[in-house]
């Protein structure tokens, strides 16, 4: 193990956005975090420059962007299917033709979520489950065209990812089997979803790839394999899994094939909440085949991987690809649950070519009373150049933005007050995608559930 970098707090580079918080330490060069991407130029100190109070009492976001509303739970599908559902999660922008957009959007309903999404024909894996995906499809000036259910029947959708062929792998973040909570089937699945026509895909379980509480996944675009987070809320914690296709890059429906699912070791590493210190490296990184995927009698992360064991993490989240490299989040970790160590977040790279672990950013513990427990969720590359994270804690909800210098600013904030005058609650942020132009940032509030799509100076 190395360890290089310098540490630095939020607090000291979010003075001047109104919206100072936990704290960040940064490794001390963000800039290999985003090689080989299409980020631009690095922002300054300070990003966009401070927020504006949107006077709609929704989105507050610095001079000069704007916002549109693209859709919000229970207005009419303009498919005539059915309300649209409610719990938007993640999500993810494809390109279409004539400059239009299709966004696909998990809705994380579990069994007793406030609006199903609605059964469709050919579409439906479990009548009894209430979560799925919609999909959404935007002309040049992101006015909404059309939205439809692209799968339902599946359960508590969380995230997932794109694919490098166009479609959407969407994650259930559940092990419930048939007879619990109503369920017809089990679930804890993976499902394919092709934003332009679903019923393409339908609603097949890509069972190969494991049955356990799915958070996201990012696929190597050279080599076809798929990276997935399991956020397991009880000890033992999640594990960082890999999928080796038997069709690597086959295309739509080539993931059906099957293949091997592997969890990984880090040697001498049982948590990961125990690394701090940034820049921390592991250069023997192992993957041990899971005996059981489909978990039949046993969770994953309770079977027995031999000797050594296997990693564990907990609240593994976020997961894309940058550059040659696989990115991953763990939101958070608390001793009081069961976590060897604290820490308020963290985002960790995997370098397949070199089967090197790097802990590259390292949130908290310097916190503040306006957002206690505050911690990375989702996360995306951003086109000005570095990171956009959805912040997913307590207090008001922020989409932060972090430079290739490692700076950090806030790029928007939630107004929508959800709890009460006594005891306020926001909702929290997910989904944050741009379009392949990278003029819009599209974002959803999970509760109430409400998509909007961001414009402004992107680029400046």
């Not at 694919?163 to 792998?169: A, K, R, S, V």
């Not at 109503?182 to 049955?211: C, N, Q, S, W």
């Amino acid at each position: 193990m190395t360890t290089t970098g310098r540490i630095a707090t939020r607090r000291q580079v979010l003075a001047g956005t109104g919206a100072v918080g936990a704290g960040i330490a940064f490794s001390g060069a963000l800039s290999e975090l985003f090689a080989g991407t299409a980020a631009a130029q690095p922002l300054g100190h300070e990003g966009y420059g401070p927020l504006v109070p949107d006077p709609k009492g929704l989105l507050d976001l610095p001079e000069g962007f704007r916002y549109r509303v693209l859709s919000r739970q229970g207005d009419e599908l303009r498919s005539g299917e059915g309300k649209v559902p409610s719990n938007h999660d993640g999500m993810s922008a494809f390109g279409g033709r004539a400059g239009r957009v299709h966004l696909v959007r998990n809705h994380e309903n579990r069994a007793d979520g406030k609006i199903p999404v609605p059964t469709v024909e050919g579409l439906t894996y479990d009548p009894a489950g209430k979560g799925g995906c919609t999909a959404l499809t935007l002309d040049s000036r992101n006015r909404v065209l059309s939205e439809r259910v692209a799968i339902a029947g599946t359960a508590v959708n969380c995230a997932g990812g794109p694919t490098p062929w166009g479609t959407w792998l969407t994650c259930e973040e559940t092990e419930d089997k048939a007879g619990t909570n109503g369920y017809t089937k089990d679930h804890g699945f993976i499902f394919e979803v092709d934003p332009v026509d679903p019923h393409r895909t339908g609603a097949v379980p890509l069972t190969a790839m494991g049955r356990f509480q799915h958070e996201a996944i990012a696929v190597d675009p050279r080599r076809g394999v798929v990276y997935e987070t399991e956020d397991a809320f009880e000890k033992p914690f999640g594990l960082f899994y890999r999928f080796l296709p038997e069709r690597p890059l086959g295309g739509r429906g080539s993931l059906r094939a099957g293949g091997r699912l592997q969890a990984m070791r880090v040697p001498g590493v049982p948590d990961l909440s125990t690394i701090q210190e940034i820049g921390a490296e592991f250069d023997r990184v192992e993957w041990v085949d899971v005996p059981d995927p489909l978990a039949a009698g046993t969770p994953i992360r309770f079977q027995d991987f031999g000797r050594g064991g296997i990693t564990h993490a907990q609240k593994l989240e976020g997961c894309y690809w940058g550059g040659r490299s696989v990115y991953f989040v763990s939101s958070f970790a608390h001793r009081s649950a069961g976590s060897a160590a604290d820490h308020y977040g963290q985002v960790w790279r995997y370098d397949p070519d070199h089967r090197r672990l790097t802990l590259v950013i390292v949130f908290g513990p310097d916190t503040d009373l306006q957002l206690p427990g505050e911690s990375p969720d989702n996360i995306c590359l951003a086109p000005s150049g570095g990171l956009m994270v959805c912040e997913d804690g307590e207090g008001a909800q922020h989409v932060f933005g972090v430079t290739r210098r490692g700076e950090v600013y806030a790029m928007a904030r939630g107004r929508q007050n959800i709890g009460t005058a006594e005891n306020p609650e926001w909702g929290e942020f997910a989904g944050v995608t741009f379009s392949p132009d990278g003029d819009t940032m599209y974002v959803n509030c999970y509760n109430p559930g409400t998509t909007f799509a961001v414009t402004g100076p992107w680029r400046r």
